[in-house]
């Protein structure tokens, strides 16, 4: 898989969570998403995630299983998947949660999930990769471009 120019030297990546739901879920693009943690593995890069990350991932799951998309079992199994993707949890504090606030007023959002993603990656001078095409023109046109789209990562 080609990523986009630079990506290589990145060591440090936060993953936004419908990254690692599509990865565990056992749905037909979940190899695609998958082979970004694998990649991110063999090029030892060190993936982060807020806190409620593992809410987020967990409720996704849920939701495939309350619409009968998966099974109970098949839920469970995902969950424990996706604590296989080795992605390290960083608490939430007062001043992320500031900066989110920033963030949300700069990408005009009235939550601050996906602001949380963008101040921890401020944060770290991390990289960001998301499946949220929205959220990643917002987040360019507030001048963060190191925010990334999986689509833009070529196969």
Not at 47 to 66: D, K, M, N
Not at 95 to 106: G, T
Not at 113 to 136: I, N, Q, V
């Amino acid at each position: 898989m080609n990523y986009l120019p630079g990506w290589a030297s990145s060591k440090t990546i936060i993953v936004d969570a419908n990254i690692a739901a599509n990865a565990v879920l056992p749905l037909e693009s979940a190899s695609r998403y998958l082979s970004f943690f694998e990649r991110w593995r063999s090029e030892e890069v060190a993936l982060f995630a807020p806190a409620f990350w593992i809410a987020e991932v967990t409720s996704v799951i849920r939701q495939y299983a309350y619409r009968k998309m998966i099974s109970q079992s098949q839920a469970r199994r995902a969950v424990k998947d996706f604590y296989l993707l080795d992605v390290e949890i960083l608490p939430l504090d007062e001043e992320l949660c500031i900066q989110a606030l920033d963030w949300a007023e700069k990408i005009q959002h009235s939550k601050i999930y996906d602001s949380l993603y963008l101040a921890l990656s401020e944060r770290l001078g991390a990289e960001f990769w998301t499946s949220d095409k929205k959220l990643t023109n917002a987040a360019h046109a507030a001048g963060a471009q190191w925010v990334h789209w999986v689509g833009d990562a070529a196969e």
